[in-house]
């Protein structure tokens, strides 16, 4: 585990593990595979491999290795990922025939100390501007986001850029030039945000077991008779509260 709670762990899967896992795969595959001649779900399993593309094949193998592996792997080690795993094979190409060396990255919540100065700083801006509260708690804020997450963030940000412009008519050019930004400009923006709205919602989870803010189950269902959507996401409704009590309690200095 590295200083901004990133983390990197690799497997190393045999010959004989490959092929194990070759037969399992090519029997699920098996048991929806259709060819002339055969009836449905019957097509011998050496039928079924020499019909199926080889590169779809080997991905399915990996995905049900490391299925059966990285959990394990990460109850060994007491590791809590928030993010898809990232995925490295250090020896290409895969084959059947040899080891395949796999690594594995991906990170837990970073950390955050919090400046105790932010208080007696917010009270002496006597100020209700949310933006300019914020902007106060960021500046008493350090965090040190793993690269992989700005990374994950980023390209999230990225395709709902890509999804809400092409339903607007536009390509990401012509909206990135409507904004008077090229690609580098906005990924340099975007990672500044990103940034910042992680030492906010870090800040806000830090805040409120230190000031005892967390939300109580009556609040919560007040809250949700208020917001009867968001009853299906629970802890979104719960942060949602506790967001609101931090922010009147910054508010409050």
Known sequence: ????KSFTLTFTFTPAEIASTKTQVLAEIQKNFSLKGFRPGKVPLDTVETNTDPAHLIEHILTDLLN???PKKLTENKLHPIIDPK???LNPPLALDKDWQIKVESCEIP????????????KAAKTQDLNKILDILIKNC????????LETELNRQLSKLVDQTQQAGLSLNDYLK?????LDQYKDQAKIDIQNEWTINLAISRISVDQKLAPT???IN???????????????ANYIVTQQKVIDFLKSL
């Open 1 to 4: 585990m590295k200083t901004d």
């Open 68 to 70: 059966s592996t990285y």
């Open 87 to 89: 995925i490295s094979i």
């Open 111 to 122: 950390e955050i100390t919090i400046n105790p100065d932010y208080q007696p700083q917010i």
């Open 142 to 149: 350090q965090v040190e986001l793993p690269p992989i997450l």
């Open 178 to 182: 409507s904004k008077n930004l090229n």
């Open 217 to 219: 189950e009556v609040e």
């Open 222 to 236: 007040q809250y949700l008779e208020k917001q009867p959507q968001f009853k299906t996401n629970p802890s979104l």
